[in-house]
C-alpha cells in the first residue's frame, strides 16, 4: 500500500512507493506560494566565510529545508533543522521538516517520534497526521494509521491528501478483514466475491 507523504502543508508533496520518492506540487489550501527550486550544491550559495555551523542562518529556514529536501539533501536539511531548533525549539514547520529529513534517512523511528509529539502541541497542523499515518501503515500498523488519519481529517476537514490516505487504510483494513473471515469460512462464496472486488 503507497500513501503520500507531505514535506510541508504550504508547498511539497512526496510520494513514496518500495523506498523510491518523487516529487511533486500539491495545493493544500494555503496561499503561500511553492518555492522556486534549484539542483545542486550551488543552489544555496553561501556569502560567508564562516564555517557552515557558525554562519547566521538563513532567512526563512523552512523554505530553505523544503529545496533541500526536494533536491534529495535530508542530511544538509536535518543539519540545518538542528541549528534553527537551536535558536527556535518551539518551530513547529522546522520541527516537522526535520522529521521528513529523519524519514528520507530511514531514521523512521526518530521521525515517529517528532510527528506525535507534534500532533500533541500543535494539532492545527495537518501535516504530522498525515506523515505520522503514512510512518504506521508503511509498518503495518493499520489501527494506529486509522486513528492517527482520523484526527488529522477531523482536525483539517478540507485536507484532501489525508482523506485519500484514510480511504487507502480503509481499503487495507477491508482487505484484511475479508482474508481473516476467508480462513475461517474458506467455502463461502459470497464472503470470496467481495473480496475479489476489494483486489
Not at 27 to 34: K, M
Not at 108 to 127: Q, S, W, Y
Request: glycine content about 6%.
Amino acid at each position: 500500500m503507497t500513501l503520500r507523504f507531505l514535506v510541508l502543508s504550504l508547498s511539497i508533496a512526496l510520494w513514496c512507493e518500495q523506498g523510491v520518492c518523487a516529487t511533486g506540487a500539491e495545493n493544500t489550501g494555503t496561499s503561500t506560494p511553492a518555492p522556486v527550486l534549484q539542483t545542486g550544491n550551488d543552489a544555496h550559495p553561501s556569502t560567508s566565510s564562516a564555517p557552515p555551523s557558525e554562519a547566521p542562518l538563513p532567512p526563512h529556514v523552512p523554505l530553505v529545508l523544503q529545496s533541500l529536501l526536494h533536491d534529495h539533501h535530508p542530511q544538509q536539511a536535518l543539519a540545518l533543522a538542528n541549528r534553527s531548533l537551536e535558536e527556535q525549539p518551539d518551530d513547529g514547520d522546522v520541527l516537522f521538516l526535520k522529521a521528513v529529513a529523519l524519514t528520507q534517512l530511514k531514521h523512521k523511528d526518530e521521525a515517529i517520534v517528532i510527528l506525535k509529539n507534534l500532533t500533541e502541541r500543535f494539532p492545527e497542523m495537518g501535516a504530522p497526521y498525515n506523515n505520522l499515518g503514512a510512518l504506521y501503515a508503511a509498518q503495518g500498523q493499520l489501527d494506529d494509521a486509522r486513528a492517527i488519519l482520523e484526527k488529522g481529517v477531523a482536525s483539517q476537514p478540507n485536507y484532501a491528501i489525508a482523506f485519500e490516505n484514510l480511504g487507502d487504510v480503509y481499503l487495507a483494513l477491508a482487505r484484511r478483514s475479508y482474508a481473516q473471515a476467508l480462513k475461517l469460512n474458506p467455502t463461502n462464496r459470497p464472503l470470496k466475491l467481495k473480496a475479489d472486488k476489494l483486489n
